[in-house]
């Protein structure tokens, strides 16, 4: 069975930062895209970053580009992704997910998020 575990969410200030994790068991970490999303409530989930297991290269979206830098450990199957200078409207529930077709355009598999909280 496939599982996502994301974690490290939490309250942090304006222009703090944050490391999430996405821990990922019940399949290896080996010709698929791993994704990171997020959704803020009345809003559409958005994606924020990728990358193909197969090039290893991360891909960032528009939405965080220049703030987040995303980071994977195939070896122990987990994702990170760092974000800074964090926004109150970065504040949303943050997914990560897994593409087993390796595009990295359809997910098929997602965590079950992590709340993020931007508010002094």
């Known amino acids: 069975e496939v599982q996502l575990q994301a974690s490290g969410g939490g309250l942090v200030q304006p222009g703090g930062s944050l490391r999430l994790s996405c821990a990922a068991s019940?399949?290896?970490?080996?010709?698929?895209?791993i994704g990171w999303f997020r959704q803020a409530p009345g809003k559409q989930r958005e994606k924020i970053s990728f990358?193909?297991?197969?090039?290893?290269?991360?891909i960032y979206e528009d939405s965080m580009k220049g703030r987040v830098a995303m980071s994977s450990d195939n070896a122990k199957n987990s994702m990170f992704l760092q974000m800074n200078k964090l926004k109150p409207e970065d504040a949303a529930v943050y997914y990560c997910?897994?593409?087993?077709?390796?595009?990295?355009?359809?997910?098929?598999?997602w965590g079950q998020g992590t709340q993020v909280t931007v508010s002094s």
């Open positions: 997910a897994v593409d087993s077709t390796g595009i990295g355009e359809v997910y098929d598999y």
């Open positions: 019940g399949f290896a970490f080996y010709d698929v895209a």
């Open positions: 990358i193909k297991i197969s090039d290893g290269i991360p």
